[in-house]
Protein backbone atom coordinates (compact mmCIF):
# COMPACT_ATOMS: atom_id res chain seq x y z
CA UNK A 1 0.00 0.00 0.00
CA UNK A 2 1.46 3.71 -1.02
CA UNK A 3 0.99 5.51 2.26
CA UNK A 4 1.31 9.23 2.78
CA UNK A 5 0.45 10.89 6.05
CA UNK A 6 -0.27 14.96 5.57
CA UNK A 7 -1.08 17.96 7.89
CA UNK A 8 -3.34 21.03 7.74
CA UNK A 9 -0.97 23.01 10.44
CA UNK A 10 -3.96 25.69 10.92
CA UNK A 11 -6.07 22.93 11.89
CA UNK A 12 -3.71 20.53 13.31
CA UNK A 13 -5.53 18.03 10.75
CA UNK A 14 -3.80 14.79 9.38
CA UNK A 15 -5.28 14.09 5.64
CA UNK A 16 -4.41 10.45 4.42
CA UNK A 17 -3.21 9.18 1.36
CA UNK A 18 -3.89 5.75 0.46
CA UNK A 19 -3.07 3.77 -3.03
CA UNK A 20 -2.85 1.42 -4.60
CA UNK A 21 0.60 0.32 -6.16
CA UNK A 22 -0.66 -1.42 -8.88
CA UNK A 23 -3.48 -0.27 -10.22
CA UNK A 24 -2.99 3.33 -9.05
CA UNK A 25 -5.71 4.20 -7.89
CA UNK A 26 -6.53 6.04 -4.64
CA UNK A 27 -8.18 7.62 -1.65
CA UNK A 28 -7.95 10.19 0.85
CA UNK A 29 -9.37 10.40 4.15
CA UNK A 30 -10.27 13.38 5.67
CA UNK A 31 -9.12 15.91 3.05
CA UNK A 32 -8.76 19.94 4.34
CA UNK A 33 -10.44 22.60 1.39
CA UNK A 34 -7.65 24.53 1.45
CA UNK A 35 -4.87 21.70 1.01
CA UNK A 36 -6.79 20.37 -2.25
CA UNK A 37 -3.74 22.51 -4.47
CA UNK A 38 -1.41 20.73 -2.53
CA UNK A 39 -2.88 17.11 -3.00
CA UNK A 40 -3.69 17.39 -6.36
CA UNK A 41 -0.54 18.13 -6.80
CA UNK A 42 0.67 14.75 -4.95
CA UNK A 43 -1.72 12.89 -6.58
CA UNK A 44 -0.16 14.05 -10.02
CA UNK A 45 3.14 13.32 -9.44
CA UNK A 46 2.68 9.91 -7.78
CA UNK A 47 0.69 9.23 -11.17
CA UNK A 48 -2.27 8.08 -8.75
CA UNK A 49 -5.98 8.67 -9.47
CA UNK A 50 -8.25 9.48 -6.81
CA UNK A 51 -11.50 7.68 -6.77
CA UNK A 52 -12.58 7.88 -3.20
CA UNK A 53 -12.09 10.34 -0.53
CA UNK A 54 -13.41 9.15 2.86
CA UNK A 55 -14.88 11.14 5.85
CA UNK A 56 -14.35 10.45 9.37
CA UNK A 57 -17.05 12.93 10.75
CA UNK A 58 -19.20 15.87 9.85
CA UNK A 59 -16.09 18.12 11.25
CA UNK A 60 -16.24 21.23 13.32
CA UNK A 61 -12.48 22.75 13.01
CA UNK A 62 -11.96 22.41 9.24
CA UNK A 63 -13.96 22.29 5.96
CA UNK A 64 -13.57 18.93 3.81
CA UNK A 65 -11.94 19.36 0.62
CA UNK A 66 -14.23 16.61 -0.43
CA UNK A 67 -16.88 18.56 -2.52
CA UNK A 68 -13.30 20.35 -4.41
CA UNK A 69 -11.93 17.29 -5.21
CA UNK A 70 -14.67 16.01 -6.50
CA UNK A 71 -15.41 18.04 -9.06
CA UNK A 72 -12.11 18.85 -10.03
CA UNK A 73 -10.89 15.17 -9.82
CA UNK A 74 -14.10 13.46 -10.00
CA UNK A 75 -13.64 11.19 -6.83
CA UNK A 76 -16.52 9.61 -5.01
CA UNK A 77 -17.04 10.92 -1.48
CA UNK A 78 -17.56 8.66 1.15
CA UNK A 79 -19.49 9.34 4.48
CA UNK A 80 -21.10 7.73 7.15
CA UNK A 81 -24.71 7.80 6.57
CA UNK A 82 -25.45 8.76 10.45
CA UNK A 83 -23.49 11.76 9.84
CA UNK A 84 -26.19 13.43 7.34
CA UNK A 85 -24.15 14.86 4.75
CA UNK A 86 -26.63 14.92 1.73
CA UNK A 87 -23.78 15.87 -0.82
CA UNK A 88 -22.29 12.49 0.02
CA UNK A 89 -22.09 9.67 -3.05
CA UNK A 90 -21.91 6.88 -0.78
CA UNK A 91 -23.26 6.95 2.74
CA UNK A 92 -21.46 4.04 4.37
CA UNK A 93 -22.48 2.21 7.77
CA UNK A 94 -20.77 -0.33 10.14
CA UNK A 95 -19.41 -3.14 8.15
CA UNK A 96 -19.30 -1.85 5.12
CA UNK A 97 -16.19 -2.41 2.89
CA UNK A 98 -14.98 0.58 0.44
CA UNK A 99 -12.19 -0.64 -2.32
CA UNK A 100 -9.63 1.36 -3.13
CA UNK A 101 -8.01 -1.08 -5.59
CA UNK A 102 -6.99 -4.10 -4.12
CA UNK A 103 -7.07 -2.33 -0.75
CA UNK A 104 -10.17 -2.94 1.12
CA UNK A 105 -11.31 -0.74 4.12
CA UNK A 106 -13.42 -1.53 6.06
CA UNK A 107 -16.39 1.01 8.45
CA UNK A 108 -16.45 0.51 11.73
CA UNK A 109 -18.71 3.14 13.22
CA UNK A 110 -17.68 4.89 16.13
CA UNK A 111 -19.75 7.06 17.42
CA UNK A 112 -19.58 9.28 20.18
CA UNK A 113 -17.45 12.82 19.51
CA UNK A 114 -20.00 13.35 17.21
CA UNK A 115 -23.57 10.50 16.50
CA UNK A 116 -21.48 10.26 12.85
CA UNK A 117 -18.00 9.47 13.47
CA UNK A 118 -16.81 5.67 11.99
CA UNK A 119 -13.38 4.89 11.50
CA UNK A 120 -11.74 2.72 8.51
CA UNK A 121 -9.52 0.21 9.21
CA UNK A 122 -7.34 -2.02 6.73
CA UNK A 123 -8.63 -5.49 5.71
CA UNK A 124 -5.18 -6.97 7.26
CA UNK A 125 -5.71 -4.94 10.78
CA UNK A 126 -2.46 -3.24 10.14
CA UNK A 127 -3.69 0.25 10.13
CA UNK A 128 -6.67 1.93 11.89
CA UNK A 129 -7.74 5.64 10.47
CA UNK A 130 -9.82 6.59 13.94
CA UNK A 131 -10.16 10.60 13.10
CA UNK A 132 -11.37 11.98 16.51
CA UNK A 133 -12.83 8.77 17.84
CA UNK A 134 -8.94 8.06 19.16
CA UNK A 135 -6.41 10.72 19.45
CA UNK A 136 -3.02 9.69 20.54
CA UNK A 137 -3.13 9.75 24.29
CA UNK A 138 -6.37 11.43 24.33
CA UNK A 139 -9.47 11.40 22.44
CA UNK A 140 -12.08 13.72 20.59
CA UNK A 141 -14.10 16.18 22.83
CA UNK A 142 -18.13 14.93 23.37
CA UNK A 143 -19.56 18.35 24.49
CA UNK A 144 -21.39 19.41 20.99
CA UNK A 145 -22.70 17.39 17.63
CA UNK A 146 -25.05 15.08 19.31
CA UNK A 147 -21.43 13.89 21.43
CA UNK A 148 -22.09 11.43 24.32
CA UNK A 149 -18.74 10.39 26.37
CA UNK A 150 -20.39 7.15 27.22
CA UNK A 151 -21.28 5.83 23.66
CA UNK A 152 -17.32 7.12 23.11
CA UNK A 153 -16.00 4.44 25.48
CA UNK A 154 -18.33 1.60 24.07
CA UNK A 155 -16.82 2.82 20.46
CA UNK A 156 -13.37 2.80 21.43
CA UNK A 157 -13.03 -0.34 23.59
CA UNK A 158 -15.19 -2.53 21.18
CA UNK A 159 -14.04 -1.15 17.87
CA UNK A 160 -10.78 -0.09 18.17
CA UNK A 161 -9.24 -1.93 21.28
CA UNK A 162 -10.60 -4.75 20.42
CA UNK A 163 -7.68 -4.87 17.65
CA UNK A 164 -4.38 -6.45 17.34
CA UNK A 165 -1.79 -4.46 19.80
CA UNK A 166 0.23 -3.73 17.14
CA UNK A 167 -2.77 -2.14 14.65
CA UNK A 168 -1.27 1.47 13.79
CA UNK A 169 -3.53 4.22 15.06
CA UNK A 170 -3.33 7.35 13.00
CA UNK A 171 -5.48 9.74 14.20
CA UNK A 172 -7.90 13.04 12.78
CA UNK A 173 -5.38 15.21 14.76
CA UNK A 174 -2.66 15.89 16.95
CA UNK A 175 -1.58 19.26 18.38
CA UNK A 176 1.98 18.39 19.94
CA UNK A 177 3.18 17.01 17.19
CA UNK A 178 2.93 13.19 17.21
CA UNK A 179 2.05 11.71 13.77
CA UNK A 180 0.86 7.94 14.77
CA UNK A 181 0.26 5.47 17.86
CA UNK A 182 -0.88 1.52 18.05
CA UNK A 183 -4.18 -0.51 19.86
CA UNK A 184 -1.55 -1.59 22.49
CA UNK A 185 0.45 2.39 23.05
CA UNK A 186 -3.04 3.58 23.33
CA UNK A 187 -5.09 0.99 25.24
CA UNK A 188 -1.84 1.39 28.23
CA UNK A 189 -0.90 4.88 28.34
CA UNK A 190 -4.13 6.64 27.11
CA UNK A 191 -4.62 9.06 30.03
CA UNK A 192 -8.46 8.97 29.72
CA UNK A 193 -9.23 5.38 27.85
CA UNK A 194 -6.80 3.12 28.60
CA UNK A 195 -5.00 1.80 31.46
CA UNK A 196 -8.12 0.36 32.75
CA UNK A 197 -10.27 3.09 33.13
CA UNK A 198 -13.90 2.32 34.06
CA UNK A 199 -16.48 4.34 31.46
CA UNK A 200 -17.69 5.84 34.97
CA UNK A 201 -14.13 7.45 35.38
CA UNK A 202 -13.96 8.62 31.54
CA UNK A 203 -17.34 10.10 31.55
CA UNK A 204 -16.35 12.29 34.84
CA UNK A 205 -13.33 13.28 33.06
CA UNK A 206 -15.04 14.34 29.97
CA UNK A 207 -17.60 16.41 31.67
CA UNK A 208 -14.75 18.09 33.55
CA UNK A 209 -13.25 19.55 30.09
CA UNK A 210 -14.61 22.58 29.61
CA UNK A 211 -13.45 23.67 26.41
CA UNK A 212 -14.81 26.53 24.36
CA UNK A 213 -16.53 26.19 20.85
CA UNK A 214 -13.99 25.73 17.71
CA UNK A 215 -14.04 28.98 16.58
CA UNK A 216 -15.38 27.46 12.78
CA UNK A 217 -18.09 25.26 13.77
CA UNK A 218 -20.69 27.51 12.70
CA UNK A 219 -19.08 27.84 9.40
CA UNK A 220 -17.64 24.25 9.20
CA UNK A 221 -20.47 22.03 10.33
CA UNK A 222 -23.02 23.21 7.81
CA UNK A 223 -20.55 23.28 5.10
CA UNK A 224 -19.27 19.64 5.59
CA UNK A 225 -22.76 18.26 5.56
CA UNK A 226 -22.52 19.95 1.62
CA UNK A 227 -19.18 18.49 1.14
CA UNK A 228 -17.00 21.62 2.10
CA UNK A 229 -18.73 23.43 -1.05
CA UNK A 230 -20.00 27.42 -0.32
CA UNK A 231 -18.31 27.07 2.98
CA UNK A 232 -19.14 31.00 3.08
CA UNK A 233 -22.95 30.35 2.67
CA UNK A 234 -23.76 29.72 6.15
CA UNK A 235 -21.20 32.51 7.82
CA UNK A 236 -22.71 34.99 9.93
CA UNK A 237 -22.02 37.24 7.27
CA UNK A 238 -24.02 35.79 4.52
CA UNK A 239 -26.84 34.37 6.93
CA UNK A 240 -29.71 36.52 6.58
CA UNK A 241 -30.78 37.88 9.68
CA UNK A 242 -34.53 39.31 11.00
CA UNK A 243 -36.76 37.42 8.81
CA UNK A 244 -37.77 34.86 11.49
CA UNK A 245 -36.96 34.55 15.18
CA UNK A 246 -34.37 31.86 14.36
CA UNK A 247 -32.11 30.34 17.21
CA UNK A 248 -28.41 29.19 16.54
CA UNK A 249 -27.81 25.73 18.10
CA UNK A 250 -24.24 25.28 19.47
CA UNK A 251 -23.99 22.13 16.12
CA UNK A 252 -24.78 25.04 13.63
CA UNK A 253 -28.45 24.31 13.51
CA UNK A 254 -30.94 27.45 12.65
CA UNK A 255 -34.21 26.66 14.54
CA UNK A 256 -37.49 28.25 14.49
CA UNK A 257 -40.29 27.36 17.14
CA UNK A 258 -43.36 25.43 16.43
CA UNK A 259 -45.34 28.49 17.69
CA UNK A 260 -43.70 30.66 14.93
CA UNK A 261 -44.17 28.20 12.11
CA UNK A 262 -47.84 27.89 13.00
CA UNK A 263 -49.07 31.55 12.38
CA UNK A 264 -49.61 32.59 9.17
CA UNK A 265 -46.49 33.10 6.85
CA UNK A 266 -47.43 33.00 3.57
CA UNK A 267 -43.61 33.71 2.15
CA UNK A 268 -42.13 30.95 3.64
CA UNK A 269 -41.91 27.62 2.04
CA UNK A 270 -42.25 24.62 3.69
CA UNK A 271 -41.02 21.49 3.24
CA UNK A 272 -41.32 18.23 4.86
CA UNK A 273 -38.25 15.72 4.23
CA UNK A 274 -40.45 13.10 5.18
CA UNK A 275 -40.05 9.51 3.63
CA UNK A 276 -43.83 9.72 1.93
CA UNK A 277 -44.83 6.70 4.13
CA UNK A 278 -45.01 8.61 6.79
CA UNK A 279 -46.94 11.56 5.68
CA UNK A 280 -50.41 9.12 5.59
CA UNK A 281 -50.25 8.18 9.56
CA UNK A 282 -50.77 10.22 12.14
CA UNK A 283 -48.82 12.88 11.82
CA UNK A 284 -49.87 14.37 8.31
CA UNK A 285 -47.97 16.76 6.10
CA UNK A 286 -49.59 20.07 6.99
CA UNK A 287 -51.86 21.22 3.82
CA UNK A 288 -49.51 24.32 2.66
CA UNK A 289 -46.03 22.09 2.96
CA UNK A 290 -44.76 20.61 -0.18
CA UNK A 291 -43.01 16.95 0.56
CA UNK A 292 -39.11 16.50 -0.53
CA UNK A 293 -38.10 13.36 0.89
CA UNK A 294 -34.28 14.01 2.66
CA UNK A 295 -31.96 12.06 0.23
CA UNK A 296 -33.67 14.55 -2.72
CA UNK A 297 -33.38 17.15 -1.10
CA UNK A 298 -29.84 18.52 -2.09
CA UNK A 299 -30.80 17.52 -5.39
CA UNK A 300 -34.46 19.13 -6.09
CA UNK A 301 -33.61 22.78 -3.91
CA UNK A 302 -30.16 23.08 -5.91
CA UNK A 303 -31.70 25.54 -8.71
CA UNK A 304 -33.80 26.93 -5.99
CA UNK A 305 -32.97 31.27 -5.09
CA UNK A 306 -30.76 31.25 -2.27
CA UNK A 307 -32.76 34.32 -1.01
CA UNK A 308 -36.09 32.57 -0.44
CA UNK A 309 -37.16 32.02 3.23
CA UNK A 310 -37.40 28.37 3.66
CA UNK A 311 -38.68 25.89 7.04
CA UNK A 312 -37.97 22.56 6.73
CA UNK A 313 -39.87 20.16 8.29
CA UNK A 314 -40.03 16.05 9.60
CA UNK A 315 -41.43 14.45 12.43
CA UNK A 316 -38.86 15.29 15.60
CA UNK A 317 -36.94 17.87 14.34
CA UNK A 318 -33.77 16.23 14.13
CA UNK A 319 -33.36 15.23 10.11
CA UNK A 320 -34.52 18.65 9.19
CA UNK A 321 -31.97 19.95 11.39
CA UNK A 322 -29.32 18.70 9.63
CA UNK A 323 -31.46 19.45 6.24
CA UNK A 324 -31.00 23.22 7.36
CA UNK A 325 -27.81 22.65 8.23
CA UNK A 326 -27.20 21.50 4.49
CA UNK A 327 -28.97 23.93 2.77
CA UNK A 328 -27.53 26.90 4.14
CA UNK A 329 -23.82 25.34 3.48
CA UNK A 330 -25.36 25.20 -0.07
CA UNK A 331 -26.18 28.71 0.41
CA UNK A 332 -29.61 29.55 1.24
CA UNK A 333 -29.73 32.87 3.42
CA UNK A 334 -33.25 32.77 5.49
CA UNK A 335 -33.28 28.38 6.04
CA UNK A 336 -34.42 27.02 9.64
CA UNK A 337 -35.84 23.75 10.85
CA UNK A 338 -39.03 23.67 12.56
CA UNK A 339 -38.04 22.81 16.35
CA UNK A 340 -39.11 19.88 18.09
CA UNK A 341 -40.93 18.63 14.10
CA UNK A 342 -44.62 17.21 13.79
CA UNK A 343 -44.53 16.25 17.08
CA UNK A 344 -44.62 18.99 18.38
CA UNK A 345 -46.55 20.94 16.01
CA UNK A 346 -49.42 18.71 17.37
CA UNK A 347 -48.40 18.55 20.60
CA UNK A 348 -48.80 22.75 20.16
CA UNK A 349 -52.34 22.01 18.61
CA UNK A 350 -54.22 19.71 21.36
CA UNK A 351 -52.63 22.94 23.82
CA UNK A 352 -52.91 25.56 22.77
CA UNK A 353 -56.03 25.89 19.93
CA UNK A 354 -55.21 28.50 17.51
CA UNK A 355 -52.52 30.96 17.58
CA UNK A 356 -52.44 34.69 17.16
CA UNK A 357 -51.10 36.33 14.53
FE1 LIG B 1 -14.11 16.42 15.04
New binding site residues.
Given amino acids: MLFRQLFDPESSTYTYLIADPVTREAALIDPVIDQVERDAQLLRELDLTLVHTLET ?1 A ?3 HITGSGLLRQRLGSRSVVSAAAGALCADVKVADGDKVHIGGITLEVRATPG ?2 SGCVSYVTGDHKDAFTG ?1 ALLIRGC ?1 RTDFQQGDSATLYDSVHQQIFSLPDDTRIWP ?1 HDYRGRTMSTVGEEKAFNPRLGGGRSKDKFVSIMSELNLALPSKIDVAVPANLACGLAPQAASDASFERGWAPVERLSDGTPEVSVEWVRQAHPEVRLVDVREVEELGGELPKLERAESVVLDQLAVRMADAPREEPIVIICRSGRRSAGAARTLEGMGFKRVASMKGGMLAYLEAEDAGGTCAG
Avoid: F, R, S, V
Fill in positions: HHADHTDGG
